[in-house]
């Protein structure tokens, strides 16, 4: 935990903030996660006559939704960007540069925000922690789009992979397209958020968790805008004449255990990862870009001079 990060638990004046992201395919229920995971309606219906029947709007542009979150006793400022899902075709490469564009533009502000003589104190800090990949739940493998889309951000992001819908795959089958969704990952080298352990810092209990976690990658999924009474408690699920799917039963979908890492157990080390390694990693790239371009101003203008009449 950084020192300002102390600071602000302690003194309980300023919140530890967390950003994520979550994109993927159009209608896969990015939107409906986060009022899912946030538990409330941060993203509201759309109006309509019956509102039984009322759902989410599609969504149509890139929107920053802060809530405060309080998991495990862990009190969050927690920003969620909702993002437009992607069609299968055209128009994904604009979409998938506007994503990248998106997580570059909160690091180039870190970036300014570094190298000025005088800082702003009320500087937020709003790069993004962790990017949610929705899978849609086809039950086969990876898509080639999916592929190139992770492969792009992973490098900038911490990326998470889920499983979106999951409540539309048996046990069976969602058992066996995690498998094969990593694979796909192994075989095309895309660099997910796996949990790693370090045998010198991680004592056995937490090398025994991450474990665990590794081993439910990706995450399945459900996502509901409403609640049930279910054996007397209300609970958020979703309803089908064969039976409900709880949102929050680990026997159902992992939604338990990922809000638990991205609302507690998780935040710190994704935010160091974020700040150690992929922010420097964007850091040197683009000093050692300004500093190419140092160079090459510096030989134009030695070549201006030469040419110069007079110059010797
Ligand atoms: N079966 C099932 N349906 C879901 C789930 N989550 C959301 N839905 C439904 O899927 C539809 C689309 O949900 P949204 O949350 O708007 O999806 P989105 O990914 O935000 O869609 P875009 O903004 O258009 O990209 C709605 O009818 C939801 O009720 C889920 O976990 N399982
Ligand atoms: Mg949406």
């Not at 309606?41 to 599609?58: G, M, N, S």
């Not at 909160?106 to 899978?135: C, G, M, T, W």
């Not at 796996?194 to 459900?222: G, I, K, W």
Request: hydrophobic share 35%; aromatic share 6%; with cysteine.
């Amino acid at each position: 935990m950084s020192m300002s990060d102390m600071r602000a638990r302690r003194g309980g004046k300023k919140a530890f903030l967390f950003n994520m992201i979550i994109v993927g395919q159009a209608g896969l229920g990015k939107s409906t996660f986060i009022n899912t995971l946030t538990n409330h309606p941060t993203i509201p219906k759309r109006q309509c006559d019956d509102p039984a029947q009322c759902t989410l709007e599609k969504t149509v542009d890139i929107q920053a939704y802060t809530v405060e979150t309080d998991e495990d006793g862990m009190k969050m400022q927690l920003t969620v960007v909702d993002t437009p899902g992607f069609g299968e075709n055209i128009d994904s490469s604009t979409h998938f540069n506007e994503i990248l564009s998106y997580i570059e533009h909160q690091y180039d502000d870190v970036l300014a925000e570094e190298s000025k003589i005088k800082r702003n104190p009320k500087f937020q800090d709003s790069r993004i922690h962790v990017l949610l990949y929705f899978i849609p739940p086809t039950g086969h493998a990876l898509r080639e789009i999916d592929i190139e889309l992770m492969k792009r951000l992973c490098g900038r992001v911490n990326i998470l992979p889920c499983i979106a819908k999951a409540d539309t795959l048996t046990p069976k089958e969602l058992a066996a397209f995690k498998m094969r969704i990593m694979e796909d990952i192994a075989v095309n080298e895309i660099q997910v958020f796996d949990f790693p352990c370090d045998e010198n810092e991680d004592d056995d209990e937490t090398m025994q968790e991450n474990l665990e976690l590794r081993s439910l990658l990706p995450f399945a999924v459900v996502g509901s805008d409403d609640t049930l009474l279910v054996n007397g408690r209300t609970l958020r699920a979703r309803q089908y004449p064969w039976g409900i799917v709880e949102v929050e039963n680990m026997k159902h979908c992992d939604v338990a255990q990922l809000r638990s890492v991205l609302l507690s157990t998780h935040v710190q080390e994704l935010k160091e990862l974020t700040h150690d390694v992929l922010y420097e990693a964007y850091r040197s790239e683009k000093l050692s870009q300004l500093e190419g371009l140092a160079e090459k101003l510096a030989e134009l203008n030695m070549q201006a001079q030469e040419q110069q009449p007079g110059s010797v």
